[in-house]
């Protein structure tokens, strides 16, 4: 058999290369390892493949609407320190609790001790039993680790917003070079678009063209209000031409209680409503 293993063709093909002596397996864009942590001078310490189990530390009580940073470690913390790795929320415990748990990349100290963020949606305080499981963690290898860098919450953000996360390796020396205070520029703060680059110039690009959609005002000029109008579909509709005239007319005067974009929705901690199980909200 020239083909001993199973789909060796495809593997050969696609670039997909295993090799059992390493414990390592590349694929053409994604390299993945066994848990394998090894420090300098220090014993190999070899992890089960399975993911870590993550448990809270202490007793706590979440109150309604309530967000904090709980402190949680290992099953074994003596044996996981110094470890970093993927957490995810336990989906049965979050389904359990009602509670909302952030997914991470985070390192334990060395005491296997690091937070999860966690948040009560709930209308009912919400205590959660010291070493309960509430997450699990996938770790990286050493090598895996070595190369993490710590990214800007802000800076993620917009990568986000001008849907550039996916250019992220690509831009990653140039987000490293802004710290001290220096940020991306907006169409407020540059005078000289032409100026800026890359990643600079595609959030500034995203950043103009959302304030255009914020500053439309149909009621200045006809071109505007036909902007305004294009953005409502009247496709199968069962009005009549005049009805929709009537309607395309409230639309424009009471043009600015619309959002222009999903970032214009904004936030209020301070309306709230109370949904009761079973009600359909039709009389």
């Known amino acids: 058999m020239n083909n001993p293993i199973l789909g060796?063709?495809?593997?050969?093909?696609?670039?997909?290369i295993i090799d059992p002596k390493r414990k390592r397996i590349t694929l053409p864009h994604l390299t993945i390892q066994l848990n394998t942590i090894c420090e300098s001078g220090e014993p190999k310490r070899i992890f089960p493949k399975q993911t870590?189990?993550?448990?809270?530390?202490h007793k706590i009580t979440v109150e309604p609407n309530q967000q904090l940073q709980l402190k949680c470690t290992t099953s074994m913390p003596a044996e996981n320190s110094n470890i970093t790795g993927i957490i995810e929320?336990?989906?049965p415990f979050e389904k359990r609790t009602g509670l909302c748990m952030t997914s991470s990349l985070s390192t334990l100290d060395s005491h296997g001790v690091t937070t999860i963020g966690v948040i009560n949606l709930t209308n009912a305080p919400v205590t959660i039993k010291a070493r309960r499981?509430?997450?699990?963690?996938?770790?990286?290898?050493?090598?895996?680790?070595?190369?993490?860098?710590?990214l800007d919450p802000k800076t993620l953000a917009s990568l986000t917003l001008t849907g550039q996360l996916d250019s992220l390796p690509q831009n990653g020396p140039e987000l490293n070079n802004m710290e001290n205070?220096?940020?991306f520029e907006t169409p407020e703060t540059c005078d000289d678009p032409a100026s800026l680059t890359g990643i600079k110039r595609k959030i500034y690009d995203k950043l103009a063209e959302l304030r255009a959609k914020e500053n439309l005002d149909p009621?200045?000029?006809p071109e505007m209000r036909r902007k305004f109008l294009e953005n409502f579909k009247w496709e199968g509709t069962a009005l009549t031409t005049a009805e929709k005239r009537e309607v395309e007319q409230l639309l424009v005067e009471y043009h600015d209680v619309f959002a222009r974009h999903r970032f214009d929705v904004g936030y209020?901690?301070?309306?709230?409503?109370?949904?009761?199980?079973?009600?359909?909200?039709?009389?």
């Open 89 to 91: 929320p336990y989906l």
């Open 219 to 221: 009621s200045k000029s």
């Open 268 to 283: 209020n901690s301070e309306f709230k409503i109370k949904l009761t199980q079973g009600w359909s909200g039709v009389s």
């Open 8 to 16: 060796m063709p495809f593997y050969e093909k696609t670039g997909i």
């Open 181 to 183: 205070g220096e940020w």
């Open 52 to 57: 870590l189990s993550i448990v809270s530390l």
């Open 133 to 150: 499981r509430i997450a699990k963690m996938t770790v990286l290898s050493a090598k895996q680790a070595q190369f993490l860098t710590p």
